[in-house]
């Protein structure tokens, strides 16, 4: 039970203001739950809780202070660094203080330690990232940090080129963006719909060296599987989308046998999940503008034969709908109307099965 809270917006020196909120919780009151009893707290006990949390914001407000002080000093130092790290262990939305300890590692690190002392303290840093991201998993800030401290590994340990990339020049950075798939795909098998994480996966795969990327056909078996285990799984199906489209960019007489397999790909996932809306997404990506007839007829087949199982699937009446729309462009007069007068059975169904979307479905039927 929500017994009082702590709302402060700090200002000044951080431009974009650091929000602090601490909530004091209260279980006062007996109650039971899921069968447990709840036993009261004295007053005592509630005021002394309220000073620990005051104390802990306090001791919050008083770092942030030492910290913002430090850089407005120009001060670069290893136990500024290590301030921060305490800081943004407690707090890693703050992103002034992130750009702060980049700035010490650009003004010091970078600068006066050595090339391997250097690399070493990057390898912290992804560590301390590595720890944040359990406990934050979708915390922007975290993620650009691990992004940046990739980009700014140097050059090591060796001074040539190495054909595997171990002791040569790029030894260093082999070994740290090595890595970094293994990491993201163990967070998306924890969390397979962590958007951060997907975009981190794109990232790692379009920036790591050469010698590390993965082909198209192993990225699409990656979104496979994800997908067979969650038809849900917007983010794979996107980042399907994303591979297929690259591909068809590079050669387009890739796209019709590919269109026939992820027809038939998303087809079992209508079929098992027909009131999600990822799959229908994609379906729609598939079919695009309507312009090839062929497609579009024999989808609106697929679809009326769901629909006969599925009466009163909202999606499924909705992109037979959608559909219905493009094809009219195809038809004659006689079979417009044909179409507009099942698109506004359709969207009669609808305006009984989702009455909360009644106006739209009307809106769409007015412009029929």
Known sequence: MMEGKIDLVLSGRDSARTRTHLALQSSA?????????RTKVDAAAIAARREKEKEKLRAYLESEKEILDLKEA???SEAALQLTEQFLNTNPEHYTIWNYRRDIFT?????????????QRLVLDLRFTTSALKRYPKVYWIWNHRRW????????????PDSKGEEGIDGWKMAVWSQEVLLVEKMLSLDERNFHAWDYRRYILS??????????????AYTTRRIEKNHSNFSA??????????????????????????????????????????GWLYHRWLVGSGDDVTILEKEIGVIEELLEVEPESRWTLDTLVYYKRLLMKHRSEQGKRQLVEECRRSLETLCRID??????????????
């Open 355 to 368: 009455p909360m979307r009644r106006r739209r479905y009307e809106d769409i039927g007015a412009t029929l």
């Open 74 to 76: 120009n001060e670069w």
């Open 237 to 278: 199906w996107h980042q399907r989308s994303l591979v297929y489209t690259s591909l068809w960019k590079e050669d387009p007489s890739q796209r019709a046998p590919a269109l026939d397999q992820e027809f038939e790909l998303v087809k079992n996932a209508l079929w098992m999940a027909p009131d999600d809306q990822s």
């Open 207 to 220: 920036h790591c060296p050469p010698s590390l990327r993965r082909s198209d056909a192993d990225e699409l």
């Open 29 to 37: 009151t007996l109650s039971v739950m899921h069968g447990i009893k």
């Open 149 to 160: 401290c990739l980009e700014n590994t140097p050059s090591g340990p060796g001074t040539e």
């Open 107 to 119: 003004k010091l690190v970078f600068v006066s330690w050595t090339p391997e002392d250097a690399y």
